[in-house]
């Protein structure tokens, strides 16, 4: 294994809540590094020598060129912004979830992959809806469903929607969609979908929200209409898009956009194996010398935590040994400092805890008893 692997389930990766860009064509910037069938590629050149990348820059603007009713600028800020560049999640790099992995390859992966097996009886859902409490790897799903799937990845968190892109926002979802049939296979990965498909809108800007969530609907709608029409042209997949949300406030979706997900997966917090997966995994690249009864201590101990809370207790549990070296952490020859030990994560979990409420936990369970797809 890799130091890349290592990495992937420790850092976070929230590309919707980065900085808004200048807008440079996503084509000629020397630093646009696009996921794309076949993983990600390495900065694109204007004149690359390379013919992956440059069948790539060709299909984006071929896509840009073709797709009508869409602004460039806005094509532009989705190629730039949206389409999630770098780091890839492989299904190994999440800990248990076993159930919602094989829910997501038998409604996203297989039929992507497999188009023609997919269909009649078979035909794949348009909109899958992954909730549960923060921080338990709903995310982390979703990047490795576009990953496994060979497909491009849209990611937008649907409160960057109402907010930061407030305005522009229409236009951007066209846009989205129009590039999500045209770049197909394509998940289109909504974070906070409740701020979008509430059935109130408490931002203040009522007529606005309203709109774009107008505008998401009939797009969502025209891509279950293209795709039950089989107009499949070329640079036009309806059928190999999906639309994969995200939500910690399942309950604030109103009916109507609720009953459009077909599928509704509950993420729940980690089980005890899930756990001790997770922090046998956070251990392995790590000097340590905690033994297998102290390992399933702090699997009794992390009870209730969630999988970011888990990463959050390790990563300040590692720091330990550097804290207790003070100044001489800067003299300290690599070699003698001491492992991260037992009484470490201990004095980590007195500060670090659970971010889910046992009555929190209700409410989702709850949800999942009356709301949640079986199996
Ligand atoms: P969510 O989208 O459900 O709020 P994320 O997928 O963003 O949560 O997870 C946040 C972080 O928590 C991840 O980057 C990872 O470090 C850790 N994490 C959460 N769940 C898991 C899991 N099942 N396996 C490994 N790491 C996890």
Do not use: C
């Amino acid at each position: 294994a890799s130091t890349a692997k290592m990495k992937a389930p420790i850092v976070s990766p929230q590309p919707q809540r980065r900085q808004r860009q200048t807008l440079v064509p996503a084509i000629s910037s020397p630093n646009a590094n696009v996921t794309t069938p076949g993983g990600p590629l390495p900065p694109l050149m204007p004149d690359t020598p390379n013919p992956e990348h440059q069948a790539w820059n060709n299909r984006v603007n071929a896509a840009v060129k073709n797709i009508t009713g869409v602004e460039e600028t806005a094509a532009r800020q989705i190629l730039n912004e949206i389409i999630v560049k770098g780091d890839e999640v492989h299904w190994d790099d999440i800990a248990g979830l076993e159930q919602a992995k094989t829910s997501l390859k038998e409604t996203v992966v297989y039929p992507f992959l497999r188009p023609d097996l997919f269909k009649g009886l078979r035909e794949p859902a348009r909109g899958m809806l992954l909730f549960g409490p923060p921080g338990t790897g709903k995310t982390m799903l979703a990047r490795a469903v576009a990953t496994e799937s060979q497909s491009t990845f849209f990611a937008i968190s649907a409160s960057s929607l109402t907010s930061k892109y407030l305005g522009e926002s229409e236009k951007l979802v066209r846009a989205l969609f129009a590039l999500a049939r045209a770049l197909a296979p394509s998940i289109i990965f909504v974070d906070e979908i409740d701020s979008l498909l509430s059935s109130r809108s408490d931002t203040g800007e009522h007529e606005a929200s309203r709109r774009i969530k107008t505008e998401f609907l009939v797009k969502w709608s025209d891509l279950a209409h293209a795709a039950a029409g089989k107009e499949h042209k070329d640079g036009d997949d309806a059928q190999r898009v999906l639309v994969l949300a995200a939500t910690n406030l399942p309950w604030a979706i109103d009916e109507a956009a609720r009953r459009r997900f077909v599928r509704r997966q509950y993420i729940p917090l980690p089980e005890p194996e899930t756990r001790t997966k997770q922090i046998e995994t956070l251990l392995k690249y790590q000097v340590h010398d905690l033994s297998e009864a102290e390992i399933r201590n702090l699997v009794a101990l992390t009870d209730g935590f969630s999988g970011s809370d888990i990463t959050a207790v390790a990563k300040d549990a590692a720091m330990g040994p550097l804290r207790a070296l003070g100044e001489a952490l800067l003299s300290t020859p690599r070699d003698q400092i001491r492992p991260v030990k037992f009484i470490d994560f201990e004095a980590s979990l007195k500060n670090i805890r659970p971010s889910v409420s046992k009555e929190g936990l209700r409410a989702f369970e709850d949800w999942a008893l009356k709301y949640g797809s079986s199996g």
